[in-house]
């Protein structure tokens, strides 16, 4: 605890691990199960419990609940836990859950932005760079890859996989699998591709344009699942790096694939 701010109202109880340079709010609670890493900020009355390990420079808000237990009727007091990487903040009232069996975790990678009040069921796993708006709920075993963006008030159905790069509309309901780079914008509906998220993440126009023909060929060839799939990686676009991801995510799916809308059909009312 050397170097580290800890508020005389703070509980932090005997065997808790607490890195250098950490500061804990007023009123806040750290159990004995966790480690906290270097740097980090723990706000007022913000609560860590359980077996929940924090890595360095992490910014939890007020209120927050980090490794309470699951919402899962099966759950029976097994030890499982919550594990966070780098430098993520999660603002007021986000509450993450542990995993529901023995030894699992609920996982959260590096530069992760949680804003009020989301919720991550127990066992979900968010990779890198993740972005969730206020009120996002996500239900257990939900997998979120990299640099995903989901808007405000986003609903996603337990087991659900949402793919790297894509975004979600705020208000949207998710229960079927989202392949990375595209825009889910109603229920189980996408429509296009996140270019502009392409573009930024450093995805060169001939990736773009192979994208696009890709989604078009999937969404609107006329196809089944499989057939599309063996056109797409028999063409020509096979090659680029993002349309492997494309395909390989779609194979690995359990849930099923959102269905694919024209510009036309895009309502407002459609959530």
Excluded: W
Aim: some cysteine; charged content about 25%; hydrophobic content about 40%.
């Amino acid at each position: 605890m050397s170097d580290s701010k800890i508020h005389p109202t703070a509980i932090v109880e005997r065997g808790a691990k607490i890195g250098t340079g950490c500061e804990i709010g007023p009123g806040a609670i750290v159990e004995s199960g966790v480690e906290l890493g270097p740097g980090c900020v723990i706000g007022p009355r913000a609560v860590l419990q359980g077996r929940v390990k924090i890595g360095p420079k992490n910014r939890i808000g007020v209120g927050a609940v980090i490794g309470g237990e699951p919402q899962d009727l099966a759950f029976s007091g097994a030890r499982s836990g919550v594990v966070i990487g780098e430098g993520n903040t999660f603002r007021e009232y986000v509450t993450i859950h542990r995993g529901t069996k023995e030894g699992t975790d609920t996982v959260i990678g590096n530069g992760c932005f949680l804003m009020v009040g989301v919720h991550v069921a127990h066992n979900c796993r968010l990779a890198d760079g993740v972005i969730l708006v206020n009120n996002v709920l996500l239900a257990g075993y939900v997998e979120v890859d990299e640099k995903a963006f989901l808007g405000g008030a986003v609903v996603v159905h337990q087991f659900v996989r949402i793919g790297k790069l894509a975004m979600v509309r705020g208000q949207t309901r998710v229960g079927m699998d989202l392949p990375p780079y595209c825009m889910a914008v109603a229920t189980n509906a996408v429509c296009g591709l996140n270019l502009v998220g392409l573009k930024r993440a450093g995805v060169g126009p001939d990736g773009r344009k192979a994208l696009q023909r890709v989604y078009e060929e999937f969404f609107f060839g006329g196809k089944n699942r499989s057939q599309a799939l063996d056109k797409i990686r028999n063409g020509k676009d096979a090659k680029e790096k993002e349309v492997k991801e494309f395909c390989d995510f779609i194979e690995k799916t359990k849930r099923g694939i959102c269905h694919g809308l024209k510009a036309g059909e895009i309502s407002l009312e459609e959530n």
